[in-house]
């Protein structure tokens, strides 16, 4: 989940983050400014990033699932990307971008059902979701297919791939999700999901709390995928959807039993007129999935090291990793690349370096062609 390790590092972030956009050339560009302009918060739509987006509708036991996915290449292997707890898929699009100009791929975006509020988020659920997914859009004889994802991302990529659900995979990779410090992690991530805004004046302002927080980097990814973590707040015209928002997003606070039914119907008051100037709050409510956390994470290191299939684990920090990992570095059982100066979402905060990761495994192992003059860039460890 995008927010979990981010917890566990936060005392580590500078108080104020570095400009963003560091991994594009685009954003390069917007960092250039002359003194006492401002910067552009506004929201960029995906459509600058991917080529198609569509809904793919997938049959279980209980009935029928629509997932939405984002699409961009005609030819090569497919890279399926799953984004972390509380994202959405575009997270991925500055990445798409970088990683379309260097290789020979296709890229499938996928909205996991978190998005939805659907009622079963275990991994075995999710993981069996992308493999349905995979056959909606490609029947029997899908096309090769790495999977790659961060943080809950990462974790649902590798139940995907130890399961076997996904019959033509050819590669995995993890984005900064190590199951040590997540379950380390958990334990305070009620307490920076109760710290974060539970509305936003507008989209604007989400984008720039984003930024000048340093849960994205980026400003350039920020301004596409804020859009995805963030709604407009239904029914606020009427007295009951009001109610039910509040409801849903304003936690209540313990008070003395003598004259809390009064205090609680003015605090919602309150609460109603403030979601009248803030129309916007967070898509998902990650506080609700808590009791699927510890199945997310809990033996995830093993799973990935056991995967029969050439393997990547990108980190914002080498002090992330666990013990069995660790073990499995030393011993050559997967490739790994540290990318410094990054938060917790790597691929949103330094896209071409991400891009030229990738790239390169897929290059190295003979999956994917380059295409622009790429040169590949093996990293160090």
């Given at each position: 989940?995008?927010?979990?390790?981010?917890?566990?590092?936060?005392?580590?972030?500078?108080?104020?983050?570095?400009?963003?956009?560091?991994?594009?050339?685009?954003?390069?560009?917007?960092?250039?400014?002359?003194?006492?302009?401002?910067?552009?918060?506004?929201?960029?739509?995906?459509?600058?990033?991917?080529?198609?987006?569509?809904?793919?509708?997938?049959?279980?036991?209980?009935?029928?699932?629509?997932?939405?996915?984002?699409?961009?290449?005609?030819?090569?292997?497919?890279?399926?990307?799953?984004?972390?707890?509380?994202?959405?898929?575009?997270?991925?699009?500055?990445?798409?971008?970088?990683?379309?100009?260097?290789?020979?791929?296709?890229?499938?975006?996928?909205?996991?059902?978190?998005?939805?509020?659907?009622?079963?988020?275990?991994?075995?659920?999710?993981?069996?979701?992308?493999?349905?997914?995979?056959?909606?859009?490609?029947?029997?004889?899908?096309?090769?297919?790495?999977?790659?994802?961060?943080?809950?991302?990462?974790?649902?990529?590798?139940?995907?791939?130890?399961?076997?659900?996904?019959?033509?995979?050819?590669g995995l990779c993890m984005i900064?999700?190590?199951?040590?410090?997540?379950?380390?992690?958990?334990?305070?991530?009620?307490?920076?999901?109760?710290?974060?805004?539970?509305?936003?004046?507008?989209?604007?302002?989400?984008?720039?709390?984003?930024?000048?927080?340093?849960?994205?980097?980026?400003?350039?990814?920020?301004?596409?995928?804020?859009?995805?973590?963030?709604?407009?707040?239904?029914?606020?015209?009427?007295?009951?959807?009001?109610?039910?928002?509040?409801?849903?997003?304003?936690?209540?606070?313990?008070?003395?039993?003598?004259?809390?039914?009064?205090?609680?119907?003015?605090?919602?008051?309150?609460?109603?007129?403030?979601?009248?100037?803030?129309?916007?709050?967070?898509?998902?409510?990650?506080?609700?999935?808590?009791?699927?956390?510890?199945?997310?994470?809990?033996?995830?290191?093993?799973?990935?090291?056991?995967?029969?299939?050439?393997?990547?684990?990108?980190?914002?920090?080498?002090?992330r990793l666990d013990k069995d990992?660790?073990?499995?570095?030393?011993?050559?059982?997967?490739?790994?690349?540290?990318?410094?100066?990054?938060?917790?979402?790597?691929?949103?905060?330094?896209?071409?370096?991400?891009?030229?990761?990738?790239?390169?495994?897929?290059?190295?192992h003979r999956f994917a062609e380059?295409?622009?003059?790429?040169?590949?860039?093996?990293?160090?460890?």
């Open positions: 989940m995008s927010a979990l390790e981010k917890s566990m590092h936060l005392g580590r972030l500078p108080s104020r983050p570095p400009l963003p956009g560091s991994g594009g050339s685009q954003s390069g560009a917007k960092m250039r400014m002359g003194p006492g302009r401002k910067r552009d918060f506004s929201p960029v739509s995906w459509s600058q990033y991917f080529e198609s987006m569509e809904d793919v509708e997938v049959e279980n036991e209980t009935g029928k699932d629509t997932f939405r996915v984002y699409k961009s290449g005609s030819e090569g292997p497919v890279l399926l990307l799953l984004h972390g707890g509380g994202h959405s898929a575009l997270s991925w699009a500055v990445f798409t971008a970088a990683i379309i100009s260097r290789v020979q791929c296709r890229i499938v975006a996928l909205d996991l059902r978190v998005q939805e509020f659907l009622k079963d988020l275990s991994a075995e659920t999710m993981a069996k979701d992308v493999g349905n997914v995979v056959e909606a859009m490609y029947g029997d004889l899908p096309p090769p297919i790495m999977l790659i994802g961060h943080s809950m991302g990462g974790a649902i990529a590798v139940h995907t791939a130890s399961c076997n659900l996904v019959p033509s995979l050819l900064d999700v190590v199951e040590g410090t997540a379950m380390d992690a958990l334990n305070s991530m009620q307490n920076f999901l109760r710290g974060r805004p539970k509305t936003f004046k507008s989209l604007e302002n989400a984008i720039e709390w984003s930024v000048k927080s340093g849960q994205i980097r980026n400003l350039e990814s920020a301004r596409v995928s804020m859009v995805g973590q963030v709604k407009q707040c239904e029914g606020i015209t009427s007295p009951e959807g009001s109610k039910s928002i509040v409801e849903g997003i304003i936690e209540e606070e313990e008070e003395d039993e003598e004259g809390s039914e009064s205090v609680n119907k003015r605090k919602k008051e309150d609460d109603m007129e403030t979601k009248k100037d803030h129309p916007y709050t967070w898509r998902i409510e990650l506080a609700k999935t808590e009791k699927y956390w510890d199945g997310w994470f809990r033996g995830l290191s093993n799973l990935f090291l056991s995967c029969p299939i050439p393997k990547l684990l990108l980190l914002a920090g080498v002090d990992l660790t073990i499995g570095q030393m011993q050559g059982k997967f490739q790994m690349q540290v990318l410094p100066q990054c938060g917790h979402a790597v691929h949103e905060d330094a896209p071409d370096k991400v891009a030229e990761a990738v790239a390169t495994f897929l290059i190295r380059p295409i622009g003059g790429f040169q590949c860039v093996f990293p160090g460890c």
